[in-house]
């Protein structure tokens, strides 16, 4: 079964460093998503992406989160200057076009910053 | 988006079946019903989703009354593994983003 996999599976920045969280959506899906989880916390959703571009963010993804498909494959997440708050999970997440097709998670990125 | 209210948890035991129920009052016509599942530290996991009626699939059925206002995942003879937090999510999966907003979900504990 085809499923979205996720570098590295945990990754600890000292504050203030840049990180860089790499997915590869399954490869015929076109809309791909960044959510993050706090711990014991539910799961929120980032930002969203299709043709290249931002289709929609949330309040979380601010200037200091961007997004970006360098190649045919891969999706990434960059966090510039980290913060403490900024430890969580970190889930990449696809999906196919048209009405009704489901999402399909990653297993996660735990980003620990110290 | 629609919003989802469903219990914050829930227990049973072991080969009994378990009905969490979701209330999604403002749902909107072009929206469906999706439910996943997570285990600690791991990602969503799709289990069932549906628009109306009832929908089943080898690991639960999904009930969706004519109103569309709630909806009910069934899962059949529960086992620990079973042990998880079950998420229900309506959203327009058209368009160009289709995100899903996650509720607090059902904490399931199946016991022996």
């Known amino acids: 079964e085809p499923e979205v996999t996720q570098t590295p599976s945990h990754q600890v920045t000292q504050m203030g460093q840049e990180v860089i969280l790499r997915c590869v959506p399954i490869?015929?899906?076109?809309?791909f998503y960044w959510y993050r989880q706090i711990l014991g916390q539910k799961v929120e959703f980032l930002v969203s992406?299709?043709?290249?571009?931002?289709?929609?963010k949330s309040e979380i993804f601010d200037d200091q989160f961007s997004v970006e498909r360098p190649d045919g494959s891969n999706f990434t997440l960059k966090i510039r200057s980290t913060k403490l708050e900024d430890s969580a999970m970190y889930f990449c997440a696809s999906r196919l076009t048209g009405r009704g097709t489901e999402a399909f998670f990653g297993q996660g990125t735990r980003l620990t910053v110290v | 988006l629609a919003k989802t209210t469903q219990p914050i948890s829930m227990d049973s035991y072991e080969g009994q079946e378990v009905n969490i129920t979701c209330s999604h009052n403002?749902?909107?016509?072009?929206?469906?019903i999706t439910w996943y599942q997570q285990f600690p530290s791991q990602g969503p996991r799709f289990i069932i989703q549906?628009?109306?009626t009832k929908v089943t699939n080898e690991v639960a059925s999904l009930f969706i009354p004519a109103d569309r206002k709630s909806s009910t995942l069934s899962l059949p003879r529960v086992s620990l593994s079973d042990t998880a937090v079950y998420y229900c999510?309506?959203?327009?999966?058209?368009?160009?983003?289709?995100?899903?907003?996650f509720g607090q979900g059902t904490t399931l504990q199946v016991k022996p």
């Open positions: 992406f299709y043709n290249n571009e931002i289709s929609e």
């Open positions: 490869s015929n899906h076109l809309y």
């Open positions: 999510l309506v959203g327009d999966l058209s368009g160009n983003t289709g995100k899903l907003i």
């Open positions: 549906g628009y109306k």
């Open positions: 403002n749902i909107a016509t072009n929206d469906y």
